[in-house]
């Protein structure tokens, strides 16, 4: 993991690198199961300093406004969150809720007149269903 590379990353967005808010980035950048914020609150609070549930949670939410870090709403769960600078799609499992990466690749983007005056910034899929331990197990197996 490349400290000098979250340093670059903050300083590009204008953000501060605070020792609270480097952990966070740095534990989203080891861990790319797209942990929940209270999974981040917990692994940040062990980590010295210490740093408190709010802060933490404020931090995520810099991150995700500066656009290092992406939030992937899952209906009725609690948000995931993930630091890959690599663009990609996702999938989420209707039983277990768990978020996967799917490689990129070029989907159209909506047609100019669809989006009217909003502005684009990303795009993405999100494909859903049964992961592969939720899926059924065929007879055969
Ligand atoms: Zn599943
Ligand atoms: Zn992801």
């Not at 209906?75 to 630091?83: L, M, S, T, V």
């Amino acid at each position: 993991m490349d400290t000098e590379a979250i340093k670059r990353s903050f300083g590009g967005s204008g953000l501060r690198c605070t020792p609270q808010r480097y952990a966070v980035m740095a534990f989203l950048m080891q861990h790319n199961r797209h942990p929940t914020a209270a999974e981040i609150s917990e692994a940040v609070n062990r980590l010295n300093p210490r740093s408190s549930r709010a802060t933490t949670y404020n931090n995520l939410r810099d991150l995700v406004e500066a656009g290092l870090v992406r939030e992937v709403a899952v209906e009725g769960r609690a948000a995931r969150f993930d630091a890959r600078s690599m663009r990609h799609h996702h999938f989420i499992c209707d039983r277990c809720g768990k978020v996967e990466d799917i490689e990129w690749y070029d989907v159209p983007r909506p047609a100019s007149c669809s989006l009217g005056k909003r502005i684009l910034r990303e795009y993405e899929l999100i494909f859903r269903g049964l992961c592969t331990k939720c899926a059924p197990r065929h007879a055969s197996g």
